[in-house]
Every structure is written in C-alpha cells, then in structure tokens.
C-alpha cells in the first residue's frame, strides 16, 4: 500500500452516527470539501480526510490500513473483533465519543415465562450480533441457538423463526410494538473513536495526537455547564452541598447586600431540572445555567 501522510478517518456515510461524528470533527477545528460522489471528504485546514461508508465496514477498513481510524458504534467494533476481526491485531478504543448512545440486549416475548439467563438454554436466538452473543452465551455456559439475521430482528419470534432476540435498544420503542420485553442488557454502547493499539510513527501519529487532544477538550467542554445563582451566607453551606461535581465554586460580594452571595460553579455535567429545584429549596434564587462555549485551563 502506498504511504500516506495525511489521516484518514473513516465514517458513517449515512445514518445515525453521521451528523453528531461530523459536528465533533467541526468542534475539533476540522473543516472538509466534499467530493461530488460524497464518498470522500478532503480537509482544508489540517491534513486530515474522511472516507464515508457503512458503519459495519469501519473496522475492516482500519484493520486494513486504508482508514487510520473511525468513528463507529462499540458494538460493531465489538462484534468486528469476534468475528471477521479474530485473527489479526486488535483495534483499541480510543476515545468514548458520547453519542449514539443504546444497548444491545435480549429480549423475549411478552407472555415468556422467564426468570434467569438459564431459561435461554435450548431456545433460538435470532440477532445481527452472532460474535457478541455468542461470546455471552458461552461464558454463561448457555446452550442455545444463534439464528443470524441482517435486520428486523424484532419480529423474528412473531414469524417462528426465533423464540428471543438479541438486538439494539434505545427507547424501547420498538420491543414495545413487537410485544417484547428486555430481560438481559449484553453491552452497553456509543460512539467510540477506534484505531490500531499503537499510533503510526510518521505524521499521521502527530496528527492523531492532535486529533485526540483536541477531542479531549471538545467534550469535557460539551458536558460541563456553569452555574450561576445567589444566595445568603446562611443558606451557603446547605446549597454548596447540592452543587453537581466540579472544581470549588467562585464566592462573590453582591452589591448593596453583605448578607448575599453570588456562587460561580463549573459543573461536569447536565444540571437537571431536579437538581435545580432541590439546590433552590436549599436557599438558592436567581439560578442560572450555560453552556461552557472552550475552556482553556
Ligand atoms: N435506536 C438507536 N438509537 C441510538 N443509537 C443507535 C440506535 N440504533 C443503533 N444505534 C447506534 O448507531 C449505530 C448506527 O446505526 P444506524 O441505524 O445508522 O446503522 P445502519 O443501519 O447499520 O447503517 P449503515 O447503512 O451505515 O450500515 C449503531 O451501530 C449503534 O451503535
Ligand atoms: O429502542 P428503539 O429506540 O426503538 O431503537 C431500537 C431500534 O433501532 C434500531 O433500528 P433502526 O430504527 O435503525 O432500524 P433498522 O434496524 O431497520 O436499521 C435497532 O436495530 C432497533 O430495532
Ligand atoms: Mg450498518
């Protein structure tokens, strides 16, 4: 394979995945010109490109060496290494992302009596994750049948072919219109920045060092919050006490009154409608919570 000393990433050409990974590469500075087939995207600033593609051939692509990394589900990283992926060198999971958030689970028809992993034994399963449930099943010592299916899944039980499933959940939205329930949660799952174990030794690796610096940044920043409110001095100690994780708050005088203060705190992450009305019962008013836009310790 010819060098190359640009960095590739390989990404979802289009699906779930594709607008939060390119909005995070856009966080991390990157800007790209797309081809006219929309397969290719070649960055402007940095030397880094995208090659868009179907998720479940990322992994392939970076094992080969034609992507550097990529952006794709845990679960098809994980269901890569125990199948097509076996026999040749890991792939590492570089960074959590923190988006595409579900879970791959097994599910039973409603009506199933089930009460432990130990009634699967004997039955069907029907799932797109034959390497993962496999790999579940042997570990619980389970005998039971793995039907591999590519898609719709869900209505395998309904249509004979399966008496369970093994597949993504979100909602649960779709177990519930197929009279499923979820017994079992087999891995839980996001977007991950996947890559070799060791970084490429030329300027790629300098490339990807950057990438993930940056990376680190952009998403500390998107789950912090700043929180602003007042309080008495009395009340201080009880509303400190509620504060969600963080660095020690910021204390400051409020004009014209000493027994206020105004509370600055950096929170490391959501702020919950609750939360806010359990802080304010404790003696807080005039609460305010922004989005923390880069930080620069
Ligand atoms: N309901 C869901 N909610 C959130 N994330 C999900 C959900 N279903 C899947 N995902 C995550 O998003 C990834 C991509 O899902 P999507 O449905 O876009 O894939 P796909 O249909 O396999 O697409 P492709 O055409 O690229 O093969 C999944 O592998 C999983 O990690
Ligand atoms: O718990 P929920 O929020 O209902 O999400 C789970 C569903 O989402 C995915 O399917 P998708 O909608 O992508 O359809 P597909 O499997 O046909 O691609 C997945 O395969 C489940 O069927
Ligand atoms: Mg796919």
């Known amino acids: 394979?010819?060098?190359?000393?640009?960095?590739?990433?390989?990404?979802?050409?289009?699906?779930?995945?594709?607008?939060?990974?390119?909005?995070l590469l856009k966080r991390c500075g990157l800007t790209f010109r797309q081809s006219r087939d929309k397969l290719f995207c070649f960055g402007e600033g940095e030397p880094v490109d995208l090659l868009l593609v179907r998720d479940d051939d990322i992994p392939g692509l970076i094992a080969q060496g034609v992507c550097d990394v990529g952006i794709v589900g845990r679960n098809v990283l994980g269901e890569f290494q125990l199948t097509a992926g076996r026999d040749g060198e890991p792939l590492a999971e570089l960074r959590p992302l923190g988006f595409g958030r579900c879970r791959l689970s097994i599910a039973v028809p409603q009506e199933l009596d089930y009460a432990s992993s130990g009634d699967l034994a004997g039955r069907r399963i029907a799932t797109s994750y034959p390497g993962l449930l496999g790999e579940w099943l042997r570990a619980r010592d389970i005998d039971a049948a793995v039907v591999t299916l590519a898609g719709s899944v869900e209505i395998a039980p309904k249509l004979g072919t399966a008496d369970a499933i093994c597949d993504l959940v979100q909602s649960g939205g779709t177990l519930v219109a197929n009279q499923l329930r979820e017994t079992e949660v087999l891995l839980e799952s996001e977007a991950v920045l996947a890559g070799p174990t060791t970084l490429p030794a030329d300027e790629r690796g300098d490339m990807l060092e950057l990438l993930l610096k940056r990376l680190d940044g952009?998403?500390?920043v998107?789950?912090?919050?700043?929180l602003l409110l007042?309080?008495?001095?009395?009340?201080?100690?009880?509303?400190t006490r509620l504060l969600p994780g963080g660095p020690q708050p910021t204390l400051l005088a409020v004009a014209g009154q000493t027994d206020q203060l105004m509370l600055q705190a950096l929170c490391a992450g959501e702020v919950s409608w609750r939360q806010l009305e359990e802080i304010k019962k404790a003696g807080a008013r005039e609460m305010f919570v922004l989005p923390v836009e880069k930080m620069l310790a």
Do not use: C, F, N, W
């Open 230 to 239: 007042q309080t008495s001095r009395h009340s201080l100690e009880a509303v």
């Open 222 to 226: 998107r789950e912090s919050r700043l």
């Open 218 to 220: 952009v998403i500390q």
């Open 1 to 23: 394979m010819k060098p190359r000393d640009r960095l590739r990433i390989a990404m979802q050409k289009s699906g779930r995945l594709t607008e939060p990974a390119l909005d």
